[in-house]
Each structure stands twice: as structure tokens, then as C-alpha cells.
T-cell receptor, first 111, second 115 residues
Framework: GEDVEQSLFLSVREGDSSVINCTYT??????LYWYKQEPGAGLQLLTY?????DMKQDQRLTVLLNKKDKHLSLRIADTQTGDSAIYFC???????????FGAGTTVTVRA | ETGVTQTPRHLVMGMTNKKSLKCEQH?????MYWYKQSAKKPLELMFV???????ENNSVPSRFSPECPNSSHLFLHLHTLQPEDSALYLC??????????????FGPGTRLTVL
């Protein structure tokens, strides 16, 4: 199976909260990332979390990490139309620069 | 703007053609990457260069040939491709290839269609 797994689609109403989930298999993952890809553009780093943390908040974004279950989530509060994009979860290890990406979750914000 | 540009943005080629993708980064980084993005699949790392030296070839078929003449430029030369090679090809750069936190900056990609 894949190292990093995400559901492929999420539809959310404008103004509601979005929660995007990700599971990973490597317990030695050190950093976990969320990247955003808008239509016609490359990936941009949204936020990341170090494995010794279980939560990180940055304005409308909240990242939760459950190391026991190897589960990562990204919550977007007050979702706006500009949040429509593909969101990629990724992991890296302390001794390896390579990122392992999930397949991406396509978030569609409806009015 | 991420500081990483790619040309062309779209490319249609026949299976017997030879073409090249170009990537340029204006961030002063030393590591550059090629990824293949196919719908509903994880990003596939293809090649990595660090200080102009290739450090990773992820079992990529020889019909893809990378070139890194300096730390700012990266090419992907294509020849005798197959229709299944149709995908979005992304270039990325990072400060270098050290372990731990590794923020990569991505270009917008080249949408390749092989007929």
C-alpha cells in the first residue's frame, strides 16, 4: 500500500469548517506537511508540524497529529471559495530529505 | 510566484518526438527535483540534483534524461515517450538535500500529452 493515504474528495459549504485527513505508515516520520495546489499552479507549503507536537495553529489553519494512530488532519475554519484546491499531505524522516506525498484531497467549496 | 518557473506550460508530442522541459529557480537553492503528477496518484519523485550532482534516480525509464548545468537550471529531455507518460511534470527546489525539515518550492508544472 501507499506510505501516505488521503481521501480523494471533500465538498464543503462556504463558511463551514473543512477537515482533511491523512494517515501515514512510517513511525519514524519526523516532519509532516500540508501543501496546497491551486488550479494551474504548483504546490505551495501551507503548514507543517514536527513529530514532537500534537497541535499547531496558524490563523484559520489547525493541524492535529495523533502519533499513536499515525493520523494527521488539517482543519480550515470559515472555508472560503479561495480555499478550493488540492491539498497534499507529506512526510519526511530525520535522516532523509525526500518527501513522501499522498495522492491529494480535492476540496470543493460550494456557495 | 514561488520563484520557480517552468517552460513550456503545455506540451503535446508524438511518440517519436524529442522535446525538453526547462526549469529555473531564482531562490539561490542548491537542490532541484523532478516529479511526475498523475491524477489520483501520489507525486512520484523522479530525479534529484544537489549542487549539480544527481543524487537520486527513482528507477525512471531511460526515455527521460535529466540535465542540471548549474544550480539554477534543470532540464528534462524526453524521447520516444509512451502515452502513459502523459502527466503534469513538476519541478521543485530546496536549500539543499539535508534530512529533517525540507521545504520544497514548486513550479507550476508542464502539462505533457503524448499522442
Amino acid at each position: 500500500g501507499e506510505d501516505v493515504e488521503q481521501s480523494l474528495f471533500l465538498s464543503v459549504r462556504e463558511g463551514d469548517s473543512s477537515v482533511i485527513n491523512c494517515t501515514y505508515t512510517d513511525s519514524s516520520s519526523t516532519y509532516l506537511y500540508w501543501y496546497k495546489q491551486e488550479p494551474g499552479a504548483g504546490l505551495q507549503l501551507l503548514t507543517y508540524i514536527f513529530s514532537n507536537m500534537d497541535m499547531k495553529q496558524d490563523q484559520r489553519l489547525t493541524v492535529l497529529l495523533n502519533k499513536k494512530d499515525k493520523h494527521l488532519s488539517l482543519r480550515i475554519a470559515d472555508t472560503q471559495t479561495g480555499d478550493s484546491a488540492i491539498y497534499f499531505c507529506a512526510e519526511s524522516m530525520l535522516d532523509d530529505y525526500k518527501l513522501s506525498f499522498g495522492a491529494g484531497t480535492t476540496v470543493t467549496v460550494r456557495a | 510566484e514561488t520563484g520557480v518557473t517552468q517552460t513550456p506550460r503545455h506540451l503535446v508530442m508524438g511518440m517519436t518526438n524529442k522535446k525538453s522541459l526547462k526549469c529555473e529557480q531564482h531562490l539561490g537553492h542548491n537542490a532541484m527535483y523532478w516529479y511526475k503528477q498523475s491524477a489520483k496518484k501520489p507525486l512520484e519523485l523522479m530525479f534529484v540534483y544537489n549542487f549539480k550532482e544527481q543524487t537520486e534516480n527513482n528507477s525512471v525509464p531511460s526515455r527521460f534524461s535529466p540535465e542540471c548545468p548549474n544550480s539554477s537550471h534543470l532540464f528534462l529531455h524526453l524521447h520516444t515517450l509512451q502515452p502513459e507518460d502523459s502527466a503534469l511534470y513538476l519541478c521543485a527546489s530546496s536549500r539543499e538535500t539535508s534530512g529533517g525539515f525540507n521545504e520544497q518550492f514548486f513550479g507550476p508544472g508542464t502539462r505533457l500529452t503524448v499522442l
